[in-house]
């Protein structure tokens, strides 16, 4: 029924926070991940169009039975692939309240207290980076989004032909990137990438070089992208830097934090970030290291008007009158959706319920599992790390001795096979970078949950599930 009573929707929702509690209580009891084929879960799910309703409570059994065993846990303390955060509970009830509401943050009309929410929200967002008090933007999807409107932003400073412009980016920036430059019309192949060093971060000497010699050929020059913590390695770049750089060739500099930038709230960590107040924009992924559920990213722009002037439009069904400056505030002026759900109320109740300090706490001991994961790898003999841990990302590879005299393809063919079957073991669950040519183990932590106790059962999962590919050879 499309309006249940007041009983029915108390009793609903004290079945789904039954549930919540439930599938929290015994997390690290399940497997990160359980192999299973399309076909299988096709099979368990009914395929005919519903012509009748079914009860709540047989919607929350397929949910139960057949959505949760077949999905990847991504709140597991050894979920360890790509960059997933594991959602935290306050945040679970501020999508339900935000989808309660069900406002539109469009324009402050449309819904008042919630865009006064976004903005004071995205203010603290500001703060915590230290950008300069004018400085605005709004929450978007993803970091994916967010690059695209800071790019977006980035060709409007500079007003020209896209056919001439180029923008510059290390190597290992996120392919986002180059798709931004696709969807805009600046192409893919205007967009330069930068050799980066042994630490995976750009090298500057590289970027002058290339800038140059554009210039010399008659192109223009118009942004470089510089990474505050890569996908791959967790490089942050020299930041201050390459704002030197854009300052000299008069570049937009934009800063791809959608990983790493929260870490800026880790005292260990901070020194990392020196300089990134000063970019011209950047994109950051809260429902990444500020362990929220997706969907929620953000752009923070140094000049708003700039994107203003990027993304404004005037259409006669969306004039307003009378409306005084704040009351006048469009977010569709800022970037590039019209519909926007909510986002922000999930950021809000992290940063107002949690606080700072325990946010840092926690982005600490996620440093400090990478950190003693790389202990652990450099005292072994049986494996090896294939780039320096910067922030939580660790990248390594396993050596059995049967393999110590094979060649560097062997094992890297090995340690696919090994990534695989790791992956559908479910004990622990890691990703993959290719790194100067060679396959790597990849895994990140991004969940407060995660303890050092974690970082050695992935270490003996490997081993466990490395003797039985080497016996079943």
């Known amino acids: 029924m499309l309006e249940p009573t007041a009983d029915e929707i108390r009793d609903w929702g004290n079945s789904v926070i039954q549930l919540m509690v439930d599938y929290l209580g015994d997390l690290r009891d399940r497997r990160v991940y359980r192999q299973m084929s399309s076909r ?176 010399e050929a008659g192109l223009l020059p118009f942004c470089v992208v510089a990474n505050a913590g890569t996908v791959d390695t967790g490089a942050v770049d ?55 559920p997706v969907d929620v990213g953000c752009v923070i722009y140094r000049d708003p008007e700039i994107a203003r002037a990027a993304f404004a439009h005037e259409a006669d069904y969306t004039r307003m009158f009378g409306e005084k400056a704040d009351e006048a505030f469009a977010f569709w002026d800022y970037g590039p959706e019209l519909s926007r759900r909510f986002r922000a109320l999930k950021v809000w109740m992290l940063l107002k319920g949690v606080g700072l300090e325990s946010l840092s706490e926690a982005i600490e001991s996620n440093l400090a599992c990478a950190r003693y994961l790389e202990s652990m790898v450099r005292a072994s003999d049986d494996f090896e790390m294939l780039a320096p841990v910067q922030l939580s990302i660790f990248c390594f590879r396993h050596v059995p001795a049967q393999l110590t005299h094979e060649s560097p393809e062997a094992i890297d063919a090995f340690n696919e096979r090994l990534l695989v079957a790791l992956q559908r073991d479910g004990s622990s669950y890691l990703s993959n970078a290719t790194l100067a040519g060679r396959f790597a183990l990849r895994g990140c932590v991004l969940n407060y949950r995660t303890t050092l106790h974690d970082m050695e059962i992935l270490l003996d999962d490997l081993r466990r599930v490395a003797r039985l590919l080497l016996t079943s050879a």
């Open 238 to 292: 020299p930041l201050a830097e390459i704002r030197e750089i854009a300052d000299r060739f008069q570049l937009w500099m934009h800063v791809d934090g959608s990983y790493g930038a929260f870490a800026i709230l880790a005292e260990s960590a901070r020194r990392l970030f020196g300089g990134i107040e000063q970019a011209d924009s950047i994109a950051l992924d809260p429902h990444k290291w500020l362990y929220l």
């Open 40 to 215: 299988e879960i096709r099979e368990k799910l009914d395929p005919a169009l519903p012509t009748k309703g079914i009860s709540f409570d047989g919607l929350l059994k397929v949910f139960r039975e057949n959505i949760i065993p077949f999905s990847r846990q991504n709140a597991h303390p050894r979920m360890f692939g790509y960059v997933q955060s594991p959602g935290i509970p306050i945040a679970a009830f501020a999508d339900l309240l935000a989808s309660t509401l069900n406002a539109n943050l469009t324009v402050w009309r449309s819904a008042p207290a919630p865009v006064e929410l976004e903005r004071l929200t995205i203010d603290w967002i500001r703060q915590i980076l230290g950008f300069n008090a004018e400085a605005g933007g709004l929450f978007v999807s993803g970091g994916s989004m967010a690059n695209l409107a800071a790019i977006a932003a980035a060709r409007q400073a500079k007003d020209f032909s896209s056919s001439r412009l180029r923008m510059y980016a290390s190597s290992a920036t996120h392919f986002s990137i180059a798709k931004a430059a696709a969807l805009l019309g600046i192409g893919r192949e205007n967009v330069r990438l930068v050799a980066v060093d042994e630490r995976f971060k750009i090298r500057t000497d590289d970027l002058v070089a290339k800038i140059t010699t554009d210039l």
